[in-house]
């Protein structure tokens, strides 16, 4: 069974344990510089690369008969670039998580439901400055902290019981500093949008168990997995850049929980890839 989108699914009658696959949504890419500005410095740069998202992978108990929502994280948006001669490139948007839950489609943020896997969201990157700051991946345990940018710092990422510094929480990842300019959606569920104005250039964080924070023209942080206990044959793995891992799996697809690419002076920036959940049966 794979699953590209959110929908549910009822545990046939002669299943009692499988296989679960979760890839995150990847982050992101942030919007090049259009103008000479103070706060891009003196020439045009790119906008970093958005981050790839985490996996998570265990064998599963269940009872014939129940069934479970599963949640499919969306890409994180692209940031603008900004306009020729007048404007700095947005942020881009934080991956959203992806899971299988109990109870209702809102991922487990009710008394009456629980998560059995949550695949973290990629970090979107910052928009244009000096390093093209880049973001940091969803994991399964820590999420990842985003590349610093040049002048001050990246989101940090999530962990397995708290979320990353300014904005990160349960199942949710920050939202860069955002004055009302366009900036790159955040990935749902639960990913941060990134910002634009000011002089920020943040990305979203990766939303996941406990999703990343944001900092200050830098990437967000990626987002945290996460494993019901009960669960065996454990496996947990962060992204390297924009590629997620798992690629080699034979239910991967190419554009599977990618992190978005940078935009340039001349080619905009794009959004992260969407998630994934398979369920391996005998």
Not at 44 to 63: Q, R
Not at 96 to 108: E, I, N, P, R
Not at 225 to 248: E, H, K, M, R, Y
């Amino acid at each position: 069974m794979l699953a590209d989108q959110n929908t549910t699914w009822t545990v046939p009658t002669d299943i009692t344990q499988a296989m679960i696959v979760a890839w995150g949504a990847g982050g992101g890419g942030g919007g090049a510089n259009g103008a000479l500005t103070v706060n891009c410095s003196t020439t045009k740069f790119g906008g970093g690369n958005g981050a790839a998202g985490g996996s998570v992978m265990g064998l599963f108990s269940f009872t014939p008969g129940t069934t479970y929502n599963i949640i499919v994280g969306t890409g994180g948006g692209a940031g603008p670039n900004g306009a020729e001669g007048n404007g700095s490139g947005a942020g881009g948007g934080g991956g959203g998580y992806t899971a299988v839950v109990t109870g209702d489609l809102d991922g487990g943020a009710d008394a009456t439901s629980f998560e059995m896997i949550v695949g973290a969201g990629g970090g979107g990157a910052g928009g244009c400055h000096m390093t093209g700051p880049v973001a940091g991946a969803g994991s399964g345990n820590v999420g990842l902290a985003g590349q610093q940018g040049a002048l001050a710092g990246p989101g940090t990422g999530g962990t397995e019981d708290a979320g990353g510094d300014a904005g990160g929480g349960y199942l949710l990842g920050g939202s860069g500093y955002n004055l009302g300019s366009s900036s790159g959606a955040g990935g749902v569920p639960g990913g941060g949008s990134g910002d634009r104005e000011g002089y920020e250039f943040t990305g979203g964080a990766g939303a996941g168990y406990f999703g990343g924070g944001v900092g200050s023209q830098g990437g967000g942080g990626g987002g945290s997995g996460f494993v019901i206990a009960s669960a065996t044959n454990v496996a947990t793995a962060a992204g390297s850049a924009t590629i997620p891992p798992l690629i080699a799996n034979t239910y991967y697809a190419s554009s599977v929980g990618v992190g978005g690419m940078g935009g340039t002076t001349s080619v905009p920036s794009t959004a992260g890839g969407h998630g994934r959940i398979v369920i391996y049966l005998p």
